[in-house]
């Protein structure tokens, strides 16, 4: 509701207001700047395309993320790598999952995540809804043997019932098991796409400059400044693009990593793309630890250094680093949306 | 609040309403009898005693209950056993923490659970907090050394002022672990004893005779006839003595179940303790399916069927286990309620 109010007021300040395209103070040059790098931010952002899911839909999808009878063994769900309560992140280096087998790679929040080009680290899944139907019948995840296993369970966690709600009475207990998947996964994506939490950032983008103080402002600056921004762009201030992880210094020199990832190579196989892995969105950095593919990081300072080392050759100041910190907390989803979306469903029962 | 609201009402109606001391209709005789069994249900109790714990304790408790960083390898926390989205029990035939590893028996709701007379199934747990505080160094869930280890998981995951706003400046890195260790259970405690969710049956307790309709009433009446009254007594229908499962008959005969258990004889080597369980309350029973303490029979009907043969010796018919089960859907956790108690916290950060 709140997004699509924002949208005539930005509509207002971006189009009519002369107010910041003709201020050419700093704050006003700072704006105008971050229009071009973050465009609109979150204002009037929603995930759906052309149309949104019907509320059956998205409800269904809600139980689905948080259940976890549809695993193997019965202790896994979405949300056992996406916590509501360490915002949708898990804070573990690598996730963990059946039979406590452990992820290639670290787990992303999953708040904002549908806006990105593509999903995993590696760019590996096309969408939100690949990304869930893919997990199921991978071993670290869900680790079922194929999509009519996954069929058994929804049953037999009684979801016939909401698909039937859901998808125009669809039997799931007479449907071929890749379509019961196909509309799992489309149920989960679609709950995925309403996780939109705006910041306060983006009341800033939508002309709201007094949100962020002196401090934050002069982060965002230098983010710009820097060149943090030409990877990190966007609405989610990354998630648009991929980029080497060390572009002037081998990152695991600085990480600590335990293992070199060599990133989207594994996946293409093209030299060009040894490890280069997705520019991660920065959205609720702050609250995301540990940081970077691997997890290896687990200070935001420290994050922070080494991506101004390794990425850009600087040796950023305490200072800096301070000011960065000070803007990438503006980009924490509110209070007022993060409660809405860590609530918690029934799962269904006979 | 409402629990507070009911006393003065339920008051009223215990003592000065003649309205069911004089009615000897059916309906009235079984309101009695109930009254004999359940006495005032769960209306007016608090699981406190003299003095509820600070906001600031509850409100800690709430957050080390969710959080998952306190365990060995980060991925087990109260709530990994204990789901909001399935009223607080896992789904599992029998829990599954650290490295996979399984508990020896199926966790119970931790919905009122703090009213029963001991925890666990074999009873060798004084209260929540002693199961908590005993979760933390046990292998299958939190799996951590010893107490200094919990102190650290504490501190490293930015605990130190929430312990200091919650009990008066106690600061945990200078604080003896066993004393950390007891002041982590009690907080996780204070939050489990809010955890009281009311059902129909307390308004019916309540003398608001009209909420169970007449298929619930014959319900009741039969479970107090047949005697399942008889151990499934007092406020939580049950959690309040210790019996045999196999009065009539070897329990595993009809349960399926893989390993014969021994009950509280594993705590006491009493041999008059072989099979002895602990009652299970059966609040909110028929969402927190597979039932009995090995998660042997995942059906409400098949376990009613199987308590009437092997412990009461009766032959039930299909309409006694309608009935029945009728009434104990009259047990479960209003929404009213459960919506507030499925908050999920925000866990801290730097």
């Not at 949104?52 to 063994?73: V, W």
């Not at 996780?195 to 002196?214: M, Q």
């Not at 940081?291 to 800096?320: C, P, W």
């Amino acid at each position: 509701m709140k997004i699509i109010l924002l949208l005539p007021l930005f509509a207002m300040v971006s189009c009519s207001s002369p107010k910041f395209v003709e201020d050419n103070t700093e704050v006003g040059n700072t704006f105008k700047q971050a229009k071009e790098e973050f465009r609109n931010g979150l204002n009037g952002i929603t995930y759906f395309g052309d149309k949104r899911p019907s509320d059956e839909i998205i409800d269904l999808g809600t139980k689905l993320f948080f259940e976890t009878r549809l695993s193997q063994n019965g202790t896994v769900s979405c949300s056992r790598c996406h916590l509501p309560q360490l915002h949708f992140s898990d804070g573990l280096e690598k996730s963990r999952g059946t039979e406590d087998r452990q992820a290639p790679r670290n787990a992303q929040t999953v708040l904002n995540t549908a806006g990105q080009f593509l999903q995993h680290w590696i760019g590996d899944r096309e969408s939100v809804e690949a990304q869930a139907i893919h997990s199921f019948t991978v071993k670290v995840p869900f680790a079922l043997k194929d999509h009519a296993e996954l069929r058994e369970k929804l049953i037999s966690a009684n979801y016939s019932d909401l698909f039937k709600k859901a998808y125009h009475g669809l039997d799931i207990k007479k449907s071929d098991p890749k379509l019961v998947a196909e509309k799992t996964a489309f149920a989960i994506g679609a709950y995925e796409r309403t996780l939109v939490g705006p910041a306060r950032f983006d009341d800033f983008l939508a002309g709201n400059i007094t949100v962020l103080d002196s401090k934050e402002l002069r982060g965002l600056k230098k983010f710009m400044e820097f060149g943090c921004s030409s990877c990190h762009s966007g609405e989610l201030v990354g998630g648009e693009m991929f980029q080497k992880f060390g572009v002037a210094h081998d990152y695991w020199k600085f990480t600590g990593s335990k293992n070199v990832d060599l990133g989207r190579f594994l996946l293409t196989k093209d030299e060009n793309d040894k490890y280069y892995f997705k520019v991660p969105p920065l959205r609720n950095v702050i609250y995301t630890a540990p940081y970077f593919h691997d997890g290896s990081v687990n200070d935001l300072e420290e994050a922070i250094r080494i991506m101004g080392k390794v990425q850009l050759d600087l040796d950023l100041t305490k200072d800096d680093i301070s000011d960065l910190k000070s803007f990438l907390g503006s980009l924490s989803t509110k209070g007022e949306y993060l409660e809405k979306l860590k609530v918690v469903p029934n799962l269904p029962h006979k």
